[in-house]
């Protein structure tokens, strides 16, 4: 019964946390809304995970529950990479942005006439 | 292509030769040195060196990039080219830091987009010479090479060239979002996608006991694979 009170807690979670994020991402709010519920419905009828374990090939529930667990947890990981290169697209942008102003203007600053040659920026 | 340019005539305001470095300050110096010969305007884009590479390469290049962090060779070269042709550069060649390149070969390589009134100018070492080439790094670039082939649809012989040569127009159809080494492959897979000519030009590359360190190891083709791969899965 505790295990399951702190289960159903921490999906609980996971449902509030994926209907936040259902306008910036609406299909991973979406999969995990489905995913966090199906999970509570197999932690309150156990029996249920069992029948589908045995329909899936998998000898017992709690190993059909620990499988589809990691792969859930890979693919939070492809998704959160992704976000994370987007993120990092985005402070390229920005450095480059910076360093390409910070060069102009020293370039242009040094190309003017000045003695009748032209200087290095540097 | 300007008037010039299609005529077959240069100034030497003309090129850009670009350079990314990062922590190179052993060898900076002579590589600006030698490519300071050409006559062709050179950026630097220091890519966040902890080391002296700014202020050693401050003293050859014309202008200096200071990228505020440490972002990959794929990112600076993108920051050089787009520096380039805000300054109105009519070719652009982007060659490596680590004194692998001939400063002979950027005007073979301008000369071949001329002639050949192509928009990209691709430096191959299987058409020219790998001096001291390791052979590991041999049969890496073979493979990379027949990746290259199979996935562009580009018949090049050398897929991981850094000294190559853009015309304005071949310049502005690249945007490179590869920060790392995956960049080399996304240039050709971009140099496909634009439907503009490119010719491959004999170059020579020679390899030093520095130049190897720094250069890529046959691990990172796993990493420059996963690159790709993730790439194709962003928006």
Redesign the interface.
């Known amino acids: 019964m505790i295990i399951q009170l702190i289960l159903c807690t921490l999906l609980l979670g996971v449902v509030v946390y994926a209907w936040s994020e259902r306008r910036r991402s609406p299909a991973v709010a979406m999969l995990s809304s489905v995913t966090a519920t199906s999970a509570l419905y197999l932690v309150w009828v156990p029996a249920h995970a069992s029948i589908l374990a045995a329909w899936a090939g998998v000898s017992r529930g709690v190993d059909l529950v620990i499988y589809i667990w990691v792969v859930i947890s890979v693919l939070v990981l492809l998704n959160l990479h992704l976000k994370l290169r987007s993120q990092l697209e985005l402070i390229t942008a920005l450095a480059r942005h910076i360093a390409i102003t910070d060069a102009a203007a020293r370039y242009t600053e040094a190309s003017r006439p000045s003695g009748g040659h032209e200087q290095k920026a540097a | 292509m300007s008037k010039e340019a299609s005529s077959g005539r240069r100034r030497a305001g003309d090129a850009w030769i670009i350079i990314p470095a990062y922590n190179e300050e052993r060898v900076i110096g002579s590589v600006l040195s030698d490519a300071a010969l050409t006559g062709h305007r050179i950026v630097v ?1 220091d890519d966040g060196s902890t080391d002296a590479t ?1 202020d050693v ?13 440490n ?1 990959g060779q794929g ?1 600076a070269l ?2 050089g080219i ?2 380039a042709l ?2 109105d550069a009519e070719f652009i060649v982007t060659f490596d830091a680590d004194g692998q390149h001939r400063a002979a070969d950027v005007a073979r390589l301008i000369d071949a987009l001329v002639a050949e009134r192509a928009d990209y100018a691709l430096g191959s070492r299987a058409l020219g010479a790998a001096v001291d080439m390791p052979r590991s790094r041999r049969l890496l670039l073979w493979a990379a090479t027949a990746f290259t082939r199979l996935t562009t649809g580009l018949n090049v012989t050398d897929a991981h060239n850094g000294l190559r040569a853009l015309t304005r127009r071949g310049a502005a159809r690249l945007n490179l ?1 590869q ?1 790392r080494m995956a960049h080399a492959s996304e240039i050709l897979e971009q140099i496909a996608n634009s439907g503009l000519k490119y010719v491959e030009v004999p170059v020579t590359v020679e390899y030093s006991s520095y130049s190897v360190s720094k250069g890529q190891r046959s691990s990172d083709a796993v990493d420059i694979l996963l690159d790709l791969w ?2 194709r ?2 928006p």
């Open positions: 884009v700014a390469a401050a003293q050859t290049a014309h202008v200096v990039i200071r990228h505020p962090v972002l990112a993108q920051t787009a520096f805000l300054q979002r920060n993730l790439r899965l962003q």
